[in-house]
């Protein structure tokens, strides 16, 4: 569903409030605008880079048996 906002004098445009309900963002929400064949797309940046298991499994030493999570702490 299309939502509209207008391009102020001074560069800064205001979502609209279902739009940011819709996604979850809230005040201070960092977002990136990324350039794409079809026109302009507006995404939260993420607080963590981007990743992939094999370069973040190692940071995991345990080697024992699985523990419940109501019993970690």
Same mark, same amino acid.
């Given at each position: 569903?299309?939502?509209?906002?207008?391009?102020?004098?001074?560069?800064?445009?205001?979502?609209?409030? *279902?739009?940011?309900?819709?996604?979850?963002?809230?005040?201070?929400q960092?977002?990136?605008l990324?350039?794409?064949?079809?026109?302009?797309?507006?995404r939260?940046?993420s607080?963590?880079?981007?990743?992939?298991? *094999?370069a973040?499994?190692?940071a995991? *030493?345990?080697?024992?048996p699985?523990?419940p999570?109501d019993q970690l702490?």
């Amino acid at each position: 569903m299309p939502a509209h906002t207008t391009l102020a004098s001074d560069g800064s445009i205001v979502l609209p409030d *279902d739009v940011c309900i819709r996604y979850g963002w809230s005040t201070g929400q960092q977002l990136e605008l990324v350039a794409t064949a079809n026109g302009l797309m507006i995404r939260p940046v993420s607080p963590f880079p981007e990743t992939q298991l *094999d370069a973040v499994v190692g940071a995991v *030493d345990y080697t024992g048996p699985a523990i419940p999570t109501d019993q970690l702490g």
